[in-house]
């Protein structure tokens, strides 16, 4: 086999490589109800401006969805939501990959310091796992 073809092969296959990397994107969605209570409120503030100051790329979304909207019900049986629930999900070339509930963010509605060590954390293990 000719040099040239070895290194042309190497060069297409990194390029693919480089770019399934670049078309994974993140989404932590912030599934609610209609009605909210304060928790519920700084849990939404939190999330909002951990993912606003930390992952600021366009890799990375976050949404807010009421799941008592009709749109948005599917959502529920999608992730196996019971109640309010912060849920991180990875997308390679636009199809779900996989997803994680943060279900101990409740702990944390009233310590925005110990969210925000909580979240980034679990972030972190869901990006890189």
């Known amino acids: 086999m000719n040099i040239s073809k070895i290194v042309v092969f190497i060069i297409l ?19 609610h109800p ?6 519920c409120l700084n849990l939404e503030s939190y999330m909002k401006e951990l993912i606003d100051t930390k992952y600021t790329s366009n890799r990375f979304q ?13 959502y529920t049986k999608d992730f196996d939501l019971q109640f309010s629930s912060v849920i991180l999900v990875k997308f390679e070339n636009d199809k779900q990959i996989k997803w994680n509930n943060l279900d101990s963010v409740w702990s944390y509605t009233n310590d925005k310091e110990k ?10 293990d869901f990006m890189n796992n």
Do not use: G, P, W
């Open 62 to 74: 976050f949404k807010v969805v009421n799941i008592e909207e009709k749109e948005n019900e599917h």
């Open 13 to 31: 296959s990194l390029t693919a490589f480089a770019c399934s990397k670049n078309n994974t994107k993140y989404v932590a969605y912030y599934f």
């Open 115 to 124: 969210f925000f060590n909580y979240a980034e954390q679990e972030i972190t």
């Open 34 to 39: 209609t009605a909210r209570c304060q928790s």
